[in-house]
Nanobody, 123 residues
Framework: VQLQASGGGLVQVGESLRLSCAASGRTFGSYTMGWFRQTPGKEREFVAAVSWSGYSTYYADSVKGRFTISRDGAKNTVYLQMNYLKIEDTAVYYC?????????????????WGQGTQVTVSS
């Protein structure tokens, strides 16, 4: 599976962005898909994940109520809609795919990673 993340950019506090992660491979539908983010000097942190079926979603407490993860099987794409962005949301965002039934918030279990897309929120 190859993952291509896009949609990052520079926005102001309170604005919105939608990240996309396009996946190649016929088995996209069997993977849990996640979004993580990382800032310089810090470990990569979990943001959100969606189960292979799309019925279950998971969020970090810091983004609950503001971010929404979804997937479109027909397009082999997972999205992260980010609303009411805060300065602390500034990071490089990575999408990832997990082929197993593992804790979705644990980056260790993800098998494939995209290249990352920069999100910068300014005041």
């Amino acid at each position: 599976v190859q993952l291509q993340a896009s949609g990052g950019g520079l926005v102001q506090v309170g604005e919105s962005l939608r990240l996309s992660c396009a996946a190649s491979g016929r088995t996209f539908g069997s993977y849990t898909m996640g979004w993580f983010r990382q800032t310089p000097g810090k470990e990569r942190e979990f943001v959100a994940a969606v189960s292979w079926s799309g019925y279950s979603t998971y969020y970090a407490d810091s983004v609950k109520g503001r971010f929404t993860i979804s997937r479109d099987g027909a397009k082999n794409t997972v999205y992260l809609q980010m609303n009411y962005l805060k300065i602390e949301d500034t990071a490089v965002y990575y999408c990832a795919a997990d082929s197993g039934s593992n804790p979705p918030e644990e980056s260790f279990y993800y098998d494939y990673w995209g290249q990352g897309t920069q999100v910068t929120v300014s005041s």
